[in-house]
């Protein structure tokens, strides 16, 4: 054989400079990459899934998946298939960089109350050069966002629960009412961590 066995280890290290447009973690950290497969003939079989269903970065992110992964000298062909079982959960990720990032703190999960706590939205929306869009809270720090979560975060007038707002979000993205609730708690403890969103001033807050 002319070419050399391109390793697992080896796809996984170049993944790992993949970074997801709306976290900032590769998608080997975020837990997104569930298989890699390399053949005798050195074709990359991949298996992956995403953070949130009708995520429009979808394209983007497999298309930086190929373009990392063409890199490897004597590579075939590149396969990239999305799956949804089982669904990303923040479970998924590496726990150091969850941990580093304040994600899925448990003091923050468990305050929630679904049927009570109502998000205010907090922050700005900016629209940059290129076009595309970022949400910016009050210490001027930037978060990539798309036009679902921009509106998502418009819906958070301070006056609907959890439920309320999962309710809504299941019938506009016309899915499950259990998947979109664990999307939207999700949403809302990462837009609360990038402080896009407070509790509301009524008092009805999310302390126990």
């Keep these: 054989m002319h070419t050399?066995?391109?390793?697992?280890?080896?796809?996984?290290?170049?993944?790992?400079?993949?970074?997801?447009?709306?976290?900032?973690?590769?998608?080997?950290?975020?837990?997104?990459?569930?298989?890699?497969?390399?053949?005798?003939?050195?074709?990359?079989?991949i298996k992956m899934t995403m953070t949130t269903r009708g995520c429009p970065l979808h394209d983007t992110l497999v298309n930086d998946v190929k373009k990392y992964i063409n890199t490897i000298e004597g590579v075939g062909q590149i396969n990239v298939?999305?799956?949804?079982?089982?669904?990303?959960s923040i479970e998924k990720m590496n726990p150091t960089v969850r941990d580093k990032l304040g994600f899925g703190k448990p003091a923050l999960r468990f305050q929630i109350d679904y049927d009570k706590f109502m998000a205010q939205k907090s922050g700005r929306v900016l629209k940059q050069e290129d076009g595309s869009l970022a949400l910016v809270n009050a210490k001027e720090q930037g978060f990539m966002v798309n036009e679902n979560i921009i509106q998502?975060?418009?819906?958070?007038?301070?006056?609907?629960?959890?439920?309320?707002?999962?309710?809504?979000?299941?019938?506009?993205?016309?899915?499950?009412?259990?998947?979109?609730?664990?999307?939207?708690?999700?949403?809302?403890?990462?837009?609360?961590e990038a402080e896009l969103l407070e509790a509301p001033k009524s008092g009805a807050d999310s302390k126990t």
């Design 152 to 192: 998502f975060w418009e819906s958070c007038t301070g006056n609907r629960t959890i439920s309320q707002l999962a309710d809504d979000f299941s019938q506009k993205l016309n899915l499950p009412r259990q998947q979109v609730e664990q999307e939207v708690v999700q949403l809302i403890q990462q837009l609360l």
């Design 81 to 88: 298939e999305i799956v949804w079982d089982p669904p990303w």
């Design 4 to 45: 050399e066995q391109i390793t697992k280890e080896r796809v996984f290290s170049e993944l790992r400079k993949c970074m997801d447009p709306e976290i900032p973690v590769n998608v080997v950290d975020l837990g997104l990459i569930y298989n890699v497969d390399v053949t005798e003939k050195n074709n990359v079989d």
